[in-house]
């Protein structure tokens, strides 16, 4: 928590100098997230930084744990789709039928896996002006949504993999982190 006390009085050019993704090995990763108790112009200068950071990376959603801050957030901005922003989310609702496809994370990088969701969600959240919304999200949007919602809880998409298909993405993301050394 000193950590966020002191974001608020860095200077917002500062705040996206620090700011980085966290990778896999960081304890802060495995965290769960606490509320976000207000909405106000610091939480948008978070805000602000991580839709630069998703752009940077080229990532479609990031929680705020990904760069070190244990909030529950998260942004979403899949091709040009609308930036999207969820303030102390719930995941209230999930179809029966699941669907599967190969996501990856900033957390990361170079590391795929096929991963069954539920195809349709309906998420409780409050935007970045302090207003409660609900929203119903099918597609790759409901899929996104549930990958940052598990970060939240400090769930990683590798945790839900088998044992031996979750030890082969992690002999080849060391493999990775080795060769860009």
């Known amino acids: 928590m000193r950590l966020i006390i002191l974001f608020n009085y860095l200077p917002f050019i500062l705040i996206l100098l620090l700011m980085r993704i966290l990778t896999l090995g960081s304890e802060t990763l495995r965290e769960k997230s606490a509320p976000v108790k207000n909405i106000d112009g610091e939480t948008n200068k978070l805000l602000t930084g991580m839709f630069e950071i998703l752009d940077k990376h080229g990532g479609v959603g990031l ?9 529950r957030l998260f942004i979403t ?3 040009n789709d609308t930036q999207r922003v ?3 989310p719930s995941i209230i609702e999930t179809s029966e039928e ?3 496809y190969e996501e990856g994370c900033l957390s990361l990088p170079g590391i795929w896996g096929n991963i069954m969701r539920p195809k349709m969600i309906r998420v ?8 409660p919304f609900t929203m119903d999200a099918d597609g790759i949007l409901a899929r996104v949504i ?4 598990d970060h939240l809880g400090g769930a990683l998409f590798i945790d839900k993999l088998s044992e031996g298909k979750r030890e082969q993405l992690l002999k080849k ?7 860009k050394k």
């Open 146 to 149: 549930q990958h940052e919602y």
């Open 124 to 131: 409780q959240a409050w935007n970045e002006k302090g207003k």
């Open 86 to 88: 969820f303030i102390n």
């Open 173 to 179: 993301y060391e493999k990775l982190k080795k060769s």
């Open 98 to 100: 699941l669907t599967g």
């Open 63 to 71: 929680a705020a744990i990904q760069v070190g801050l244990p909030l």
């Open 77 to 79: 901005k899949i091709g």
